[in-house]
């Protein structure tokens, strides 16, 4: 009897035991779990053991202390390999441009189309001075209007785009250019320009309408008033660019003196287009960018042009003092 109730007693013992090992077990698997969820790099690992370091304190394994005990052992930390480098390098980059990158692109979309706009008007007022003296001495003299009438008809086609586009910039950069071309143009018209002048100003203004009767009461997708009216505006504005550049390149290649163009004047034009480039470029807009990229070529052929027969002009010069003092 003894001896039975003795291997009743070992065996219930046994079992509580056993019991006991597998809920610690468990718990232990469970911090393991812990342990595996934590991953990715140096840092990762460091974390690792900490996270398991702090299960392993906060824990309440101590209190079967027949079945465990906390162990004492420190947990060692883990080695750093060339892989883990890396990836903490690619986190550290990633987040670098995760931060760089909203940065450049609000100045890419706000600063620099403001920094255009602003350019834009600067460059729509230099002309006033030679149309104010024009006007008090009721003579044109030696003043081109026919880029007043390219301007006029120019800025009303961004406008048009600027409308329809919802853009505040694009709108801007062109309301004062606008209403200046206008002036100017009328202004030259009253002192007796050439006729193409009229030509080009009513001629522009006749296809601004056409494209708002197409884009106003004709098409009926946004993403097709956008093309027309960016379509229109874009061949306005090459017109701009070439057709006075074509009579300068003429002139200056026919006499090799390049003395008629305005260095500062072409370097405005083209921070102005490549402006308005940079920021095409950031909103997507092949509407904007693709014109005034083109612009920026021209005004560097017109550069190239200044640099060529800069020389030419000295030599010519020099030549025409030689032959005075010949005579004198």
């Not at 052992?73 to 890396?86: A, C, I, N, R, T």
């Not at 260095?263 to 402006?275: C, D, K, R, S, W």
């Not at 480039?277 to 990229?293: C, K």
Request: with cysteine.
């Amino acid at each position: 009897m003894k001896s039975i109730a003795l291997l009743i007693l070992v065996t219930c013992t046994s079992a509580l035991r056993r019991h006991r090992l597998e809920t610690t077990a468990a718990t232990l698997r469970g911090g393991e779990g812990r342990w595996r969820k934590v991953k990715g790099g140096a840092s990762s690992l460091r974390s690792s053991a900490r996270a398991w370091a702090d299960y392993l304190t906060g824990a309440n394994v101590t209190t079967n202390i027949t079945t465990w005990t906390r162990p004492k052992k420190k947990l060692k930390k883990p080695s750093v390999g060339p892989e883990d480098q890396y990836e903490v390098a690619e986190a550290f980059a990633e987040a670098a441009r995760a931060v760089t990158r909203p940065s450049l692109r609000v100045i890419a979309t706000t600063v620099v189309p403001a920094c255009g706009a602003v350019l834009a008007n600067g460059m729509f007022l230099a002309s006033w001075p030679a149309v104010a003296q024009a006007r008090t001495s009721k003579q044109l003299g030696a003043l081109n209007p026919l880029p007043f009438a390219f301007t006029f008809a120019n800025c009303v086609g961004w406008l048009h785009y600027g409308f329809v586009c919802r853009n505040h910039y694009v709108f801007w950069s062109n309301a004062l250019g606008c209403v200046l071309g206008l002036l100017y143009t009328t202004t030259a018209l009253k002192l007796g320009c050439p006729d193409v002048v009229e030509r080009v100003a009513v001629g522009g203004l006749v296809i601004h309408i056409g494209a708002a009767y197409v884009t106003g009461l004709r098409l009926a997708s946004p993403a097709k008033r956008k093309l027309c009216a960016g379509l229109v505006a874009n061949f306005i504005l090459l017109c701009y660019y070439a057709a006075p550049l074509s009579t300068v390149a003429a002139v200056v290649v026919r006499s090799r003196d390049a003395s008629s163009i305005s260095g500062p004047l072409v370097l405005v034009n083209a921070g102005n287009g490549l402006l308005w480039t940079v920021y095409g470029a950031a909103v997507e807009d092949a509407l904007v960018w693709a014109p005034n990229l083109a612009g920026v070529a021209l005004a560097a052929a017109q550069l190239a042009l200044k640099l060529a027969f800069r020389g030419a002009r000295a030599s010519t010069t020099a030549v025409a003092a030689t032959a005075a003092k010949g005579v004198t």
